[in-house]
């Protein structure tokens, strides 16, 4: 069974920079996709990013141009760089992962909180 763990979640101000990680149990080669989701309180969940074994990454129009998803295949990690980070951006953070099977793996999410 896959397991992906997230971490670095926190407490930041505003216009702060905060980075997650996420640890995939095995290669991230055999993903098709990875990506970070969100669910703020009394929301639904959301797509932050994704990132494809082949293609472009897709952001959602929210936090376009302020995150961006980092891999790292030698350590079967992504990062999510959180750039000038609002209150709006307050919610847990899911790492995702999508295998050439159509199965979808979830972490157990990392809570972000920006607040002054």
């Known amino acids: 069974q896959v397991q992906l763990v997230e971490s670095g979640g926190g407490l930041v101000q505003p216009g702060g920079s905060l980075r997650l990680s996420c640890a995939a149990s095995e290669s991230i080669f055999s993903f098709h996709a990875m990506g970070w989701y969100r669910q703020a309180p009394g929301e639904q969940r959301e797509l932050v990013g994704r990132?494809?074994?082949?293609?472009?990454?897709i952001y959602a129009d929210s936090v376009k141009g302020r995150f961006t998803i980092i891999r790292d295949n030698a350590k079967n990690t992504i990062y999510l760089q959180m750039n000038s980070l609002k209150p709006e951006d307050t919610a847990v953070y899911y790492c995702?992962?999508?295998?050439?099977?159509?199965?979808?793996?979830w972490g157990k999410g990392t809570l972000v909180t920006v607040s002054s």
């Open positions: 990132i494809f074994r082949y293609g472009s990454p």
């Open positions: 995702y992962a999508g295998d050439t099977s159509e199965r979808d793996y």
